[in-house]
Each structure stands twice: as structure tokens, then as C-alpha cells.
């Protein structure tokens, strides 16, 4: 069987620790989309780790770990974050994977992506410019290469056709770039990956699960980013949420087993996009101070508001969420009154459902507000020592979205859990 940890919301909300906690049940950990857009933070030993593309279990050198066909690769990241877990002691060469069929990023399609960015101008994603939507743009125009095709014999001709296309893109958009200036280091890092298992991961994945293997699938982003269920346009380009594990790994949907469903406290949401409970005063500027809400992939300061929870159900629908777990809850410590959303008011309407015209509706938030609390959280291990206060909060949470939380996150350390 498969089990599947993704994020209920806008991305960053913890899922890396998670992963990191989980991974010891687990015999693979593999990621089934995005690409280095993400960066999933981990922390233990008083270090801090950041991942980007390789699955949060690397850590632990008896888990097999897969980057999947559904994710997009970019080989001087890939290197640079091999090299990192080098330093730390663990040799990726181990216990890495690598789906032949995961989709290549090549210098020309972060061009892309900045140059398409540009011309967007106030409209634009806020796009992490990692190159990952004309990569996705490539995969499903047929035209992308794969990380098999560094294995050819013919892949710097396949290179250069695929440069050519973009040369032209690149020209329309009028941008300037320098592309001999990137080239030395992807063609060096490609070289650098041949060490590694490049596999057919459907057929390897399929065969340990059909062995009894415990296989944990890692999302990236979140629900409220996919591309067919989220804010679109503000959006990433993959699927985010569980459908996304069948098509991004190569295992049928009966075998998907739990979906530990991840949100924040609070919400948080970077790039642009409707984002219904943000706080422009104090109170936000206090959440991201508290909650160290700044990117760990692009270092941006996040957006923060209150926690949405018509968007929170929308996302444990799609998802089927069987766990759901509460990640930075102590973040939350020292507001005099924590408000959560339960409806929005569009044109005088009390609405809990997300409406088409979602980026464009005039919303306001409907909050339900509860009495704060100031103790400090992050030394607590069980749910009865947390104040009742954050209690009352929680349980009116559960009793919305109708699931109960598996698993309270109420400190970056692994050790900072509180299992129910
Ligand atoms: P892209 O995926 O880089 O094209 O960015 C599209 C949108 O998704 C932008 O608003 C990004 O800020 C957002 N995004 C992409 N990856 C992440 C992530 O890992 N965490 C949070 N937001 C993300």
C-alpha cells in the first residue's frame, strides 16, 4: 500500500518535518510532482536542512527514496542538494532514485520562465522562476526532455532542438539573456547524475509495494496550487493534490491507503492570487515574524492571514483525507483573540463553498473568534497539557471540517509532536 502526506493549503505548511517524523515507518519516501520550486525545511541534531527535489526521507539511510515521473528535474539544483547531504554524512548514491521519465529543466526554460514573468507585469504568478511551468508547458506539448534522455547517445542534438524552441520564445518576449554563461554547469551536473539510479520507478515502486514495502508519497505545494483545483491562474503547474500520486508515480488509485492531510494554524500563501483572510496590518506582521514566514526556496516574505475554512474543507475533499494534522500551532501563542474563517460574505451572501470567480469575487471573510493564549507550546508533548484556550480553537476545527487531528506540530524539531 501507499500512504500520501501533501499540504491542504498554499504550500509551506510544514510538510518536510512531517515527512521527516513519518519516514521512520516507512520503507520509501518518494515525491510525485513539482519540481525545486519547493523547499521542504528539516530540522534535527540543532541543524537545519532544506530539500528541493530529493524526497524528505534521505536522511535516513535504510529509507529508499524516489523523485518520481511526475516531478521535473533540474540537474544543477539536483547536484547542488546531493552535494549538501554529501557534507552531512549520507551518500545519496545509496539510497536515491531517479525516474527515467521525471521531466529535464534545462538553462533555457528558466530564461523562459523570468522572461514570461516580465511580460506579465503587475499580472504576474509571483512564479518561484525555477523554470518548472515551460517545463510542465514542454511535457504536455510532447516536446520536454527526460532524464533518460541523458543516457542517449544523441541527447545534445535532442538539447538543442529543445534550445532552438525556446531561442524563439525568448525572442518574442524581446529578452536579453546570456545563455553560455549556464550551460558549463547543466552540462557538468548532467554528467554528475549518470552515477545515479535512473530507473523505470512504476515498475520499482509497483514491485515493493507488491512485496509488502511501506511507500510514503511526499507532496509538493499544496491543494489550493494545483493546477486544475486551485486559484488559477495563481497557481503552480502539477497536480498537487492525491490524483496526483497515480499519474505522477505510476500506481493505481486502489492502492492509496492513508492521505495525511497537512495545514497550518494560520494560513500563508507567496506569489500573487486571491487569498481571502491576509492581514495587511500588525497582526500579519506579527504572524510572520512569530511563524518565520519568509521562503525557504526564494527567501520572500509570505502572506499571512487566519485559517480558511471552506478553502480547508475544499482541500480535504479533493483529497480524501484520512489524517489530518496541524502544523506551527505555536505559532500562535500571544495573539489576545485567534479568528477563523467559517464563511465568506460575497455580495451579502454567506458562502462556504469556492466560487468560480474566486480571484475576482469582492470576499469578505466571516470570523468566528476565540480567546487567545500565551503559553509557550514547544515544550508540551501531550494534548491534555495544552491550554484550553488553543484547545477550544482546535476542537472547533475538527468539528467543521469533520475529521479529527492525528498529529499537532507545535515546533520545527522532530521531537516537537504531539501524537493523538
Ligand atoms: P511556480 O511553481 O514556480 O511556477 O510558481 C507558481 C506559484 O506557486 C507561485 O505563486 C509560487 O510562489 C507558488 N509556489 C511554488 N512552489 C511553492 C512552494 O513550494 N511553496 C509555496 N508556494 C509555492
Same mark, same amino acid.
Given at each position: 500500500?501507499?500512504?500520501?502526506?501533501?499540504?491542504?493549503?498554499?504550500?509551506?505548511?510544514?510538510? !518536510?518535518?512531517?515527512?521527516?517524523?513519518?519516514?521512520?515507518?516507512?520503507?520509501?519516501?518518494?515525491?510525485?510532482?513539482?519540481?525545486?520550486?519547493?523547499?521542504?525545511?528539516?530540522?534535527?541534531?540543532?541543524?537545519?536542512?532544506?530539500?528541493?527535489?530529493?524526497?524528505?526521507?534521505?536522511?535516513?539511510?535504510?529509507?529508499?527514496?524516489?523523485?518520481?515521473?511526475?516531478?521535473?528535474?533540474?540537474?544543477?539544483?539536483?547536484?547542488?542538494?546531493?552535494?549538501?547531504?554529501?557534507?552531512?554524512?549520507?551518500?545519496?548514491?545509496?539510497?536515491?532514485?531517479?525516474?527515467?521519465?521525471?521531466?529535464?529543466?534545462?538553462?533555457?526554460?528558466?530564461?523562459?520562465?523570468?522572461?514570461?514573468?516580465?511580460?506579465?507585469?503587475?499580472?504576474?504568478?509571483?512564479?518561484?522562476?525555477?523554470?518548472?511551468?515551460?517545463?510542465?508547458?514542454?511535457?504536455?506539448?510532447?516536446?520536454?526532455?527526460?532524464?533518460?534522455?541523458?543516457?542517449?547517445?544523441?541527447?545534445?542534438?535532442?538539447?538543442?532542438?529543445?534550445?532552438?524552441?525556446?531561442?524563439?520564445?525568448?525572442?518574442?518576449?524581446?529578452?536579453?539573456?546570456?545563455?553560455?554563461?549556464?550551460?558549463?554547469?547543466?552540462?557538468?551536473?548532467?554528467?554528475?547524475?549518470?552515477?545515479?539510479?535512473?530507473?523505470?520507478?512504476?515498475?520499482?515502486?509497483?514491485?515493493?509495494?507488491?512485496?509488502?514495502?511501506?511507500?510514503?508519497?511526499?507532496?509538493?505545494? #499544496?491543494?489550493?496550487?494545483?493546477?486544475?483545483?486551485?486559484?488559477?491562474?495563481?497557481?503552480?503547474?502539477?497536480?498537487?493534490?492525491?490524483?496526483?500520486?497515480?499519474? #505522477?508515480?505510476?500506481?493505481?488509485?486502489?492502492?492509496?491507503?492513508?492521505?495525511?492531510?497537512?495545514?497550518?494554524?494560520?494560513?500563508?500563501?507567496?506569489?500573487?492570487?486571491?487569498?481571502?483572510?491576509?492581514?495587511?496590518?500588525?497582526?500579519?506582521?506579527?504572524?510572520?515574524?512569530?511563524?518565520?514566514?519568509? #521562503?525557504?526556496?526564494?527567501?520572500?516574505?509570505?502572506?499571512?492571514?487566519?485559517?480558511?475554512?471552506?478553502?480547508?474543507?475544499?482541500?480535504?475533499?479533493?483529497?480524501?483525507?484520512?489524517?489530518?494534522?496541524?502544523?506551527?500551532?505555536?505559532?500562535?501563542?500571544?495573539?489576545?483573540?485567534?479568528?477563523?474563517?467559517?464563511?465568506?460574505?460575497?455580495?451579502?451572501?454567506?458562502?462556504?463553498?469556492?466560487?468560480?470567480?474566486?480571484?475576482?469575487?469582492?470576499?469578505?471573510?466571516?470570523?468566528?473568534?476565540?480567546?487567545?493564549?500565551?503559553?509557550?507550546?514547544?515544550?508540551?508533548?501531550?494534548?491534555?497539557?495544552?491550554?484550553?484556550?488553543?484547545?477550544?480553537?482546535?476542537?472547533?476545527?475538527?468539528?467543521?471540517? !469533520?475529521?479529527?487531528?492525528?498529529?499537532?506540530?507545535?515546533?520545527?524539531?522532530?521531537?516537537?509532536?504531539?501524537?493523538?
Amino acid at each position: 500500500m501507499i500512504d500520501v502526506v501533501l499540504g491542504l493549503q498554499w504550500g509551506d505548511e510544514g510538510k !518536510g518535518k512531517i515527512v521527516d517524523v513519518l519516514t521512520p515507518q516507512y520503507d520509501v519516501v518518494a515525491r510525485f510532482q513539482g519540481g525545486p520550486n519547493a523547499g521542504h525545511s528539516l530540522e534535527f541534531n540543532g541543524q537545519k536542512h532544506v530539500l528541493n527535489t530529493i524526497p524528505s526521507g534521505i536522511f535516513h539511510q535504510h529509507t529508499i527514496n524516489v523523485i518520481g515521473n511526475g516531478v521535473v528535474i533540474d540537474p544543477i539544483t539536483l547536484k547542488k542538494e546531493i552535494e549538501k547531504v554529501m557534507a552531512s554524512g549520507v551518500d545519496p548514491r545509496k539510497n536515491l532514485y531517479i525516474s527515467e521519465k521525471a521531466h529535464l529543466i534545462i538553462p533555457t526554460h528558466r530564461l523562459v520562465d523570468a522572461a514570461s514573468e516580465a511580460q506579465k507585469g503587475e499580472h504576474k504568478i509571483g512564479s518561484t522562476l525555477r523554470g518548472i511551468s515551460p517545463t510542465y508547458q514542454d511535457k504536455i506539448g510532447r516536446s520536454g526532455l527526460r532524464i533518460g534522455d541523458i543516457l542517449t547517445p544523441n541527447f545534445k542534438e535532442k538539447y538543442q532542438t529543445a534550445v532552438a524552441n525556446h531561442k524563439l520564445l525568448l525572442d518574442r518576449f524581446n529578452h536579453s539573456y546570456n545563455l553560455a554563461e549556464h550551460e558549463p554547469a547543466f552540462f557538468e551536473a548532467v554528467e554528475f547524475l549518470k552515477q545515479f539510479k535512473i530507473i523505470s520507478s512504476e515498475y520499482f515502486i509497483n514491485k515493493l509495494i507488491n512485496e509488502g514495502k511501506k511507500v510514503l508519497a511526499e507532496g509538493a505545494q #499544496g491543494t489550493l496550487l494545483d493546477i486544475d483545483f486551485g486559484t488559477y491562474p495563481f497557481v503552480t503547474s502539477s497536480n498537487t493534490i492525491t490524483g496526483g500520486v497515480c499519474s #505522477g508515480l505510476g500506481v493505481a488509485p486502489q492502492k492509496i491507503n492513508k492521505v495525511y492531510g497537512i495545514f497550518k494554524a494560520y494560513c500563508t500563501r507567496v506569489g500573487s492570487g486571491p487569498f481571502p483572510t491576509e492581514l495587511h496590518d500588525d497582526t500579519g506582521e506579527q504572524l510572520r515574524k512569530q511563524g518565520f514566514e519568509f #521562503g525557504a526556496t526564494t527567501g520572500r516574505p509570505r502572506r499571512t492571514g487566519w485559517l480558511d475554512l471552506p478553502t480547508l474543507k475544499y482541500a480535504i475533499m479533493l483529497n480524501g483525507v484520512t489524517d489530518l494534522i496541524c502544523t506551527k500551532s505555536d505559532v500562535l501563542s500571544g495573539f489576545d483573540v485567534v479568528p477563523v474563517c467559517d464563511a465568506y460574505d460575497i455580495n451579502g451572501a454567506r458562502v462556504t463553498e469556492i466560487p468560480y470567480n474566486f480571484n475576482d469575487a469582492p470576499i469578505k471573510p466571516l470570523f468566528k473568534e476565540f480567546k487567545g493564549w500565551s503559553e509557550d507550546l514547544t515544550g508540551l508533548r501531550k494534548f491534555d497539557e495544552l491550554p484550553s484556550n488553543f484547545k477550544a480553537y482546535m476542537e472547533y476545527v475538527e468539528e467543521q471540517v !469533520g475529521l479529527k487531528m492525528s498529529v499537532i506540530s507545535i515546533g520545527p524539531d522532530r521531537e516537537q509532536t504531539i501524537v493523538r
